[in-house]
């Protein structure tokens, strides 16, 4: 198995995330100084999305990965979330051992490249070597997660919250500690 632990990070950045632009910032950051804190070997991939697929960094190794602001995490347009997941589980299909966090507040409405059913073919190729975490801010994060392949048990529904969102990158840093350390 790799030593290297690929910590791949999908933020949604559509204009309904706009109002929670400064908590992502915050809690992305918080994530990533604890993780930078852990030992061993990891990599960030790191993509943004809202119409338009944002790769931020590119397997980076994790202790020099830079703080993410608002120049990274621009708000903008509709969410084609099954083109944003679509791409990033295709870039790392190849990678063994892989923790995949997604993070949305709303329902695919404008992909252009990757329909649900390839999206959910890619998904279920991966599920028993990654781990995944599927968060859904005030949307059925169990339906849309699903309806992408991904295990319902793997998928969380939030509310649209600056305390669920502590909480939702709170669980996926404990998670990326136990999975880079196990």
């Not at 960094?57 to 997941?85: Q, R, S």
């Not at 329902?107 to 279920?124: D, F, G, I, M, P």
């Amino acid at each position: 198995m790799s030593k290297t632990t690929h910590v791949v990070a999908i933020l949604d950045c559509s204009g309904s995330m706009g109002s929670l632009q400064e908590e992502v910032i915050s809690n992305f950051n918080k994530f990533l100084k604890e993780q930078q804190a852990v030992k061993g070997k990891a990599k960030l991939t790191l993509v943004t999305f809202d119409d338009q697929y944002n790769l931020i960094y590119d397997k980076v190794k994790l202790k020099d990965v830079e703080p993410i602001t608002n120049n990274e995490y621009i708000i903008g347009g509709m969410t084609a979330l099954n083109d944003a997941v679509g791409k990033t589980v295709s870039k790392m299909i190849n990678k063994k051992k892989v923790i995949l966090f997604i993070h949305t507040d709303g329902a695919e409405n404008s992909s252009q490249e990757y329909t649900a059913e390839q999206v959910q073919a890619l998904v279920k190729s991966k599920e028993d070597e990654w781990e995944v975490m599927f968060v859904g801010a005030g949307i059925d994060a169990q339906t849309t997660g699903s309806n992408l392949g991904f295990q319902v048990t793997d998928c969380f529904s939030t509310t649209r919250t600056a305390d669920d969102l502590q909480v939702s990158y709170a669980s996926f840093s404990a998670n990326t500690v136990a999975y880079r350390t196990a």
